[in-house]
């Protein structure tokens, strides 16, 4: 079994920063691509930001010079650095990450549980 486990979610207030952890962890051959997403009320679950095993990044627009992603493969763990956050950032924040659970597998979307913000204003 593979499990992704969020942590550091909560309540700030605008303006504020949080920080969003999470770990893969189970049997895992290789990572790929990670990330976060985010689902509003009412709204479609979105991409907020994505980090491959090389580095390379890429964020919504919404986030862009906001949050910084950064994973640590040794420990097969991604983080999502939030500052300046707006009330609009409030949503439940779910990790992603794409993995082999064994070589020759085909790699597999896998998500936590998700993890709620709320940025009050």
Do not use: H
């Amino acid at each position: 079994q593979v499990q992704l486990v969020e942590s550091g979610g909560g309540l700030v207030q605008a303006g504020g920063s949080l920080t969003l952890s999470c770990a893969a962890s189970g049997s895992i051959f290789s990572i790929g691509a990670m990330g976060w997403y985010r689902q509003a009320p009412g709204k479609e679950r979105e991409l907020v930001a994505r980090i491959t095993p090389g580095g390379s990044t890429n964020y919504a627009d919404s986030v862009k010079g906001r949050f910084t992603i950064s994973r640590d493969n040794a420990k097969n763990t991604v983080s999502l650095q939030m500052n300046s956050l707006k009330p609009e950032d409030t949503a439940v924040y779910f990790c992603n990450a794409v993995l082999q659970r064994k070589r020759g597998y085909a790699p597999t979307d896998y998500w936590g549980q998700g993890t709620q913000v709320t940025v009050s204003s």
